[in-house]
T-cell receptor
Framework: QQPVQSPQAVILREGEDAVINCSSS?????VHWYRQKHGEAPVFLMI?????EQKGHDKISASFNEKKQQSSLYLTASQLSYSGTYFC????????????????FGKGTHLIIQP | DADVTQTPRNRITKTGKRIMLECSQT?????MYWYRQDPGLGLRLIYY???????NKGEISDGYSVSRQAQAKFSLSLESAIPNQTALYFC????????????FGDGTRLSIL
């Protein structure tokens, strides 16, 4: 089942903060976050593993709530370069306890940063 | 040079034609994937392969076939193209360690008339 991302779109002024959420109805092994600029390939941002953790680099961070099967991506003091579509890719837990094969991506969140 | 190369980058063809999209990588990764992207639907997995002898169907494999000719090459074929297969197609690779990211090619924009 495809994870649900929210919001579908958000428009911000440069310097404002944004939160993008990704929710799954299935138990997650990990969550991957990617950003895609228009007409370009998705670019990897970070991976969150089960066990509940938070990661970050620069002003982009993410958390993974294993109990809720949710991940959130946080963009602070947004820059014009943050504009694009953000996708979460979910890796489900199989019955054996390991991860599934391949990622199931959400429909994406469109982020527009205005000067 | 790009680590994951897709050819062609753009293709326009007619209904019923056979089409092959090619992907090659220099990253030395074992896992390769084909995704399809449609506006508003995100990326959907078509096929994936963990090595030359391992091919697996993804979420939307009907109407597609693949071939893993070598560790570095993974081709996607549309045996008889139909208009609703018009989309942006991405190839991706990853290491065998599932906790590693996927690396995407630049995509092939396919239009079927």
């Amino acid at each position: 089942q495809q994870p649900v991302q929210s919001p579908q779109a958000v428009i911000l002024r440069e310097g404002e903060d944004a939160v993008i959420n990704c929710s799954s109805s299935k138990a997650l092994y990990s969550v991957h976050w990617y950003r895609q600029k228009h007409g370009e390939a998705p670019v990897f941002l970070m991976i969150l593993l089960k066990g509940g953790e938070q990661k970050g680099h620069d002003k982009i961070s993410a958390s993974f709530n294993e109990k809720k099967q949710q991940s959130s991506l946080y963009l602070t003091a947004s820059q014009l370069s943050y504009s694009g579509t953000y996708f979460c890719g979910t890796d489900f837990i199989q019955y054996s306890g390991g991860g599934a094969d391949g990622l199931t991506f959400g429909k994406g969140t469109h982020l527009i940063i205005q000067p | 040079d790009a680590d994951v190369t897709q050819t062609p980058r753009n293709r326009i063809t007619k209904t019923g034609k056979r089409i092959m999209l090619e992907c090659s990588q220099t990253k030395g990764h074992d896992r390769m994937y084909w995704y399809r992207q449609d506006p508003g639907l995100g990326l959907r997995l078509i096929y994936y392969s963990f090595d030359v002898k391992d091919i697996n169907k993804g979420e939307i494999s009907d109407g597609y076939s693949v071939s893993r000719q070598a560790q570095a090459k993974f081709s996607l074929s549309l045996e008889s193209a139909i208009p609703n297969q018009t989309a942006l197609y991405f190839c991706a690779t990853s290491d065998m360690d599932r906790n590693q990211p996927q690396h995407f090619g630049d995509g092939t924009r396919l239009s079927i008339l």
